[in-house]
């Protein structure tokens, strides 16, 4: 019981401290891990009250994240206006102004200090911003892909591979769309949750 | 106890917490003067002096700065019964910060009172 909510903080503050350097997530959540063992030492009947107490009296794990990232040097941008427009435009910036309304969203996305690179890739090509667009393209008659096919597949490849969707193929819009609907389904879906997730948690 | 840090919003201003921080360092400089110390009680007796830090959680990342800037070292030493401890040691150039310090204070201590006190006779 007690050590559940042990394994708890701790993986509260592994998750908020995931934006530093390996080597001082490594060492702080060690050394916090050492201070719980320390203190539960010394109550060899602790209760479950002296293991709320123990964490209570280290903080939350975001203010350890935060004075670790303070004393780093490390400032963690806030969302403002770019990131909500960004996360509004990738899915359906397309739908308002085809293909330029993406683009714009992807411009935001890419720009905002905000994500890591490893948000901003699962941002362009999985959620939010890949996922409709092969559909997107689609429903514009692969404005993108058919008009600059000259030379028809080559063409196409290109773009499916810039939309992260390898199976859409140029012929005919149903088995197309349904290639890439069940590509989507097999792409991991943890990591665009957590990207997800931290923008919700986002002041 | 003068409260700079509201629990419930948090808002210290970024002047009182950069002050704090620089105040807080050196304190743990002049814990460690008198020799080394293990980590956990280092931290719980810091965390104990009234109004010095919001919790200990947050004391470590101060540790770890400290030992990449070289004011203190730390080292593992068997404990007579459990796991091995972590125990901070200064250094000489922590020791040459803390004198370093130390004077600052004092001049800057002086000179805010007297500041103070001006004020509170015209006022």
Redesign the interface.
């Given at each position: 019981m007690a050590d559940r909510s042990v394994d708890r903080y701790l993986r509260d503050l592994k998750e908020d401290v995931r934006d530093l350097p390996k080597a001082?997530q490594r060492?702080?959540v060690g050394?916090?891990t050492?201070?719980i063992?320390?203190?539960l030492?010394e109550m060899p009947a602790h209760t479950e009250a002296d293991v709320r107490n123990v964490l209570e009296?280290?903080?939350?794990?975001a203010?350890?994240a935060t004075?670790?990232r303070?004393?780093?040097g490390i400032h963690r941008a806030k969302a403002g206006l770019r990131e909500y427009v960004a996360v509004i435009l990738l899915p359906i910036g397309g739908l308002i102004i085809p293909v330029i309304g993406w683009i714009v969203g992807l411009v935001l996305l890419w720009s905002s200090p905000v994500w890591t690179s490893r948000d901003k890739w699962i941002g362009s090509l999985i959620i939010p911003g890949g996922l409709l667009l092969p559909g997107e393209l689609l429903l514009y008659g692969g404005s993108v892909c058919s008009n600059t096919s000259v030379n028809g597949q080559v063409a196409t490849d290109t773009c499916a591979s810039a939309s992260g969707c390898a199976s859409s193929s140029g012929d005919g819009g149903v088995r197309s769309r349904r290639g890439s609907t069940d590509r989507d389904r097999h792409l991991p879906r943890a990591p665009s949750e957590r990207a997800l997730a931290r923008l919700r948690r986002m002041p | 106890m003068p409260r700079m840090v509201d629990p419930g919003t948090k808002q210290t201003s970024p002047l009182t917490a950069q002050l704090r921080r620089g105040v807080l360092e050196h304190c743990v400089l002049a814990m460690l003067e008198k020799g080394e110390r293990y980590a956990f009680d280092l931290v719980r007796d810091l965390a104990n002096v009234e109004g010095m830090v919001t919790s200990e959680g947050t004391i470590y990342p101060m540790l770890g700065r400290l030992r990449r800037d070289g004011a203190v070292e730390s080292s593992w030493q068997e404990s007579p019964a459990g796991p091995p401890r972590r125990y901070y040691r200064l250094t000489s150039k922590g020791a040459g910060a803390l004198e370093e310090f130390r004077g600052e204070w004092i001049r800057f201590r002086d000179a805010v009172d007297r500041v103070l006190s001006g004020g509170e006779r015209h006022g």
């Amino acid at each position: 019981m007690a050590d559940r909510s042990v394994d708890r903080y701790l993986r509260d503050l592994k998750e908020d401290v995931r934006d530093l350097p390996k080597a001082q997530q490594r060492e702080l959540v060690g050394e916090i891990t050492e201070h719980i063992d320390s203190a539960l030492a010394e109550m060899p009947a602790h209760t479950e009250a002296d293991v709320r107490n123990v964490l209570e009296h280290l903080g939350d794990p975001a203010d350890i994240a935060t004075e670790a990232r303070e004393r780093l040097g490390i400032h963690r941008a806030k969302a403002g206006l770019r990131e909500y427009v960004a996360v509004i435009l990738l899915p359906i910036g397309g739908l308002i102004i085809p293909v330029i309304g993406w683009i714009v969203g992807l411009v935001l996305l890419w720009s905002s200090p905000v994500w890591t690179s490893r948000d901003k890739w699962i941002g362009s090509l999985i959620i939010p911003g890949g996922l409709l667009l092969p559909g997107e393209l689609l429903l514009y008659g692969g404005s993108v892909c058919s008009n600059t096919s000259v030379n028809g597949q080559v063409a196409t490849d290109t773009c499916a591979s810039a939309s992260g969707c390898a199976s859409s193929s140029g012929d005919g819009g149903v088995r197309s769309r349904r290639g890439s609907t069940d590509r989507d389904r097999h792409l991991p879906r943890a990591p665009s949750e957590r990207a997800l997730a931290r923008l919700r948690r986002m002041p | 106890m003068p409260r700079m840090v509201d629990p419930g919003t948090k808002q210290t201003s970024p002047l009182t917490a950069q002050l704090r921080r620089g105040v807080l360092e050196h304190c743990v400089l002049a814990m460690l003067e008198k020799g080394e110390r293990y980590a956990f009680d280092l931290v719980r007796d810091l965390a104990n002096v009234e109004g010095m830090v919001t919790s200990e959680g947050t004391i470590y990342p101060m540790l770890g700065r400290l030992r990449r800037d070289g004011a203190v070292e730390s080292s593992w030493q068997e404990s007579p019964a459990g796991p091995p401890r972590r125990y901070y040691r200064l250094t000489s150039k922590g020791a040459g910060a803390l004198e370093e310090f130390r004077g600052e204070w004092i001049r800057f201590r002086d000179a805010v009172d007297r500041v103070l006190s001006g004020g509170e006779r015209h006022g």
